[in-house]
């Protein structure tokens, strides 16, 4: 790459073997309009998606008071922090998740209308059918802007596709949340390694991902003398961004060697996918909420979605004293001892999603920082659990989306409103506008009022 002047396109890469970089927004990245005007870098804006599975307890989710200043219920405590940027919402419910006469499937409808607001078919076999989900609708806009146009991650190892997973629903209705079209689930990518390389490798083919598996170098070396000339050319504000964006990088490699290596795999012919999934629950999301900072910081994607755990996840929860699985927990049948114990898992996703968030406010980007213009939606399909209800929804929506939200409050909607006009608006916070999604009545009020 040769650069003969300061100013540097948005979509600049620095290449080398197998390895493709690409940069933070930096200053240089905007032309100065004059020798004694300066241009600040102007953010983009950016939609995440989280999804947690097996419902919430309301009584330790939902806060006390509503408005600004309110007080941030036991299940939200963790989100202190970040609470100035959070907005609470409830009240809303997805009704195309309950039965028109096609009997149980809570679970798997909830999931597959999450971000569509469209009744799955009741299939077991190859023709699923939901709807289109918001993140793919903001992908075909927001990602002809960027190398990938979304990244789609979980932290659980997916069911097969076929065959009933809940009540005459597939598994796929279980195994993610976006939907590129009604016929079309997206795939969710479990593996660290196998997101680091579709990042920041060159191709993904198998033996490119075992290649890169295998080395011990970083990808970071083989683009050292491009970052040499490049660091050349700007000034001390940007290199100081540039080596911060670079050490996060590599420690986010590091920290997926060490997972690899601590299963012993590398010395083993590798499968068609690496698994290189760290045996820490915690470890896992933290590292794939690195990698979507990342993503976000370079501008690789501008929309990320993550499944926490499938609807009926079985997972265990020992790091907090939780053996139970925690479906069956969920289905607590009012025993305070069951409640207790599924709003501890509740914190405990809290906590790590807040971990996400105070990355995202740590990152700078323009004249603010990621979780500025960012707007990242954290919930789920179901609200009271035990009842398979779809109504009182658990809702959290963190960041400014570049100044388009009004955060720090709780906001209380009349009940049964649809979930899908804050879809609606959220693709209006960030450039994207569609009229309706699903069974949206219209856009979500209040979202930006003072």
């Known amino acids: 790459m040769y650069i003969s002047k300061r100013a540097l396109p948005r979509r600049t890469f620095l290449r080398g073997l197998g390895t493709v970089v690409a940069l933070p927004l930096l200053d240089a990245m905007v032309p100065a309009l004059s020798a004694l005007a300066v241009t600040p870098a102007k953010p983009v804006r950016r939609l ?53 006469g096609d009997g149980n499937g809570d679970h798997a409808r909830g999931c597959a209308s999450w971000l569509n607001g469209v009744h799955p078919k009741r299939t077991e076999g190859a023709g699923v059918q939901a709807g289109t989900t918001v993140d793919q609708i903001a992908a075909r806009e927001l990602g002809q802007l960027t190398r990938l146009p979304s990244l789609e991650l979980a932290l659980e190892s997916q069911e097969r596709g076929l065959g ?39 191709g993904g083919s198998a033996s490119a991902r075992q290649a ?14 491009e970052v040499t000339s490049l660091e050349g050319t700007l000034g001390a504000g940007d290199k100081t961004k540039l080596t911060e964006y670079l050490e996060s990088v590599r420690e986010v490699e590091r920290r997926i060697q060490r997972a690899e290596a601590s299963t012993g795999e590398l010395t083993l012919t590798l499968p068609e996918r690496p698994t290189d999934i760290p045996e820490d629950f915690a470890e896992h999301m933290k590292i794939m909420f690195d990698l979507q900072v ?9 929309v990320s ?25 969920s289905h607590h049948r009012d025993d305070p001892n069951f409640i207790a114990k599924k709003a501890k898992i509740d914190a405990y996703h809290v906590l790590l999603y807040s971990y996400f968030l105070e990355k995202l406010k740590a990152t700078p980007d323009g004249d603010g920082t990621l979780l500025d213009h960012s707007a990242i939606l954290y919930g789920g399909g179901l609200g009271n ?12 929506l963190a960041g400014g989306a570049g100044g388009q939200l ?6 209380a909607y009349p009940m049964d409103t649809p979930m899908t006009n804050l879809l609606v608006s959220l693709l209006d916070k960030v450039g994207v506008r569609t009229d309706t999604l699903g069974d949206s009545t219209g856009r979500l009020e209040h979202l930006s009022e003072v």
């Open 164 to 202: 009933s997973c809940d009540n005459g629903y597939a598994c796929v209705y279980i195994n993610t949340i976006s939907w590129r079209s009604p016929t079309s689930p997206v795939p969710m990518e479990i593996h660290p390694r196998a997101v680091f390389d579709r990042l920041f490798g060159d």
């Open 48 to 100: 995440g998606f989280v999804y947690v599975p097996n419902g919430i307890i309301h009584d330790q989710w939902i806060p006390k008071t509503t408005g600004a200043g309110f007080e941030l219920s036991p299940s939200l405590k963790a989100l202190a922090g970040v609470k100035d940027q959070l907005l609470v919402l409830t009240g809303l419910s997805q009704k195309q998740a309950e039965s028109i």
């Open 305 to 329: 979605s993550l499944l926490i755990g499938r609807e009926q996840s079985g997972r265990s929860f020992p790091e907090i004293g939780i053996a139970e699985p925690h479906h069956s927990l």
């Open 212 to 225: 890169q598996a295998k080395r011990t170098r970083s990808v970071l070396d083989s683009v050292r003398q």
């Open 406 to 411: 009004k955060t720090g409050r709780h906001i």
């Open 294 to 302: 990342l993503a976000f910081q370079a501008d690789i994607t501008r």
């Open 385 to 396: 659990p035990n009842l398979h209800e779809h109504s009182n929804l658990p809702v959290l």
